[in-house]
């Protein structure tokens, strides 16, 4: 069907491929969405938080830069490595039975992290972690499609949810900038616990069982490959942004593209594949899936180095630089719901175009006032950002859905947080090591400083300033400055990159969105 001779709505072009309607949901189904929100706020939190307890980690646990990097890496890595394996499995043992498993491993590893000793236990705590959340985004999604089968109730249901995704990667800042100011850093792990709880007491009593009657085997070699193409991938491309092109990068990349073919021929190949790669052929789907892998790594890189901006160089408090997004996260909120009707009478391809240039936007607000030093720059642009990202991934999220058949919702929904955790490695992947490498190469130490404190200002901001701490006034005063003004440069350059990213963005949502919406029955 090509939807481009209806330009109208959303619901005449896009969730038109919605599955036929079925009777509307109780009001019991509501509170069943809001346990089903627990585990995406959570993991979705989980992305961001760790930004605003760096500093408090780097003092504690002394992580070189790269340590640095994979302490808030190895959880999205591993968690956006086994999504499609764990929506597949989902689709074939019982979405709401893997919620469950991955719900309590959540809780457990989380405790764990909370206590971790050294960086490298972190590290370790934090992959475990994305194993366990692995379990627990697919289900949400596909449960939700299950729960609401009314086509508006599951569009306002879809709104929120991708609502709620975006908007806990934003209340990341906020919840930690709290718990910091009054607990150690393990104390964002923690969080977990009282979390989840509910969601294992309640969700046994709200949802059903739902899952894939027909399934296929499984594949445990298709899983190897996944893994196999995205690890080097990312691999190689902080590499690239940390050492430059010369280094093992590029080959790492290369390494990870040769498994991505090998996984797409395979599953071209099965009868029964754990990721149908022809849904990629629909233009709607495929369109939507890249406007959220480039909108997670605009927002997480932001959050990356705002985070950082707001507490070591403008000196706030962790709840004070919370408190400083709060109006972005409410915005986002905000436009994540009210595009619903918006929706209804404007074309995705419009839409979620206009929505992504705003966040362009956002961003060269932040590259015009880096060096300003004033808070309200910072805030304006985080608005912007988070009213064009809350408006764009509703639609995008509701588009990923509708165009796969009802079966494989768990493995479609998997391609859905696939994108999103993806985007929140390479936000701190490549963007946090354009931003490390700028701020190493323009670093201006003063005269006096030993080697080890040396190495420990040019790892990393926080490292900056505790040495900077340890200093005479005149020589703390300059070192101080010299890393406020070399990071902010590289903020600057960072920015940029968010405005071609998020215009890049627009452009393919503004070509792919209105055109291969198909039946999800067809």
Known sequence: MHTDTSSTSIARTDTASLASDGPRAPRRAWVALAVLMLPVLLVSVDNTVLSFALPEIARDLAPTAAQQLWIIDAYPLVLAGLLVAMGSLGDRFGRRRLLLIGSLGFGIVSVAAAFAPTAEALIIARAALGFFGAMLMPSTLSLLRSVFTDREQRRLAIAIWATGFAAGSALGPIVGGVLLEHFAWGSVFL???PVLLPLVV???????????????PIDLLSIALSLAAMIPVVFGIKAIATDGPGGYGIPMILVGLVFGWLFVRRQLRRPKPMLDVRLFRRGAFGGAVLVNLMSVISLVGFLYFVSQHLQLIAGLSPVQAGLALTP?????????????????RVAARVVVPVGLTLSAGAYVVIALTADSGQLAPVVLAFVMLGIGIGAAETVSNELILSNAPAAKAGAASAVSETAYELGAVLGTAVMG?????????????PTG???A???AARETLAGAFTTASELPDAARVALEASAAHAFDSGVVVTSFIGVALMLTAAVVAAT???????????
């Open 191 to 193: 969080l977990a616990v």
């Open 202 to 216: 309640l969700l046994p009593l709200l949802v059903r069982e739902s899952r894939d009657p027909a399934p296929g």
């Open 328 to 344: 972005g996260l409410v915005a986002m909120i905000a436009a994540g719901l009210l595009v619903v009707p918006i929706a209804k």
């Open 433 to 445: 090591s354009i931003l490390t490498a700028y701020y190493r190469a323009t670093l201006d130490l």
């Open 449 to 451: 400083l030993t080697a």
């Open 453 to 455: 404190q040396a190495d």
């Open 512 to 522: 792919t969105l209105g055109r291969g919406a198909k039946r999800a029955d067809q």
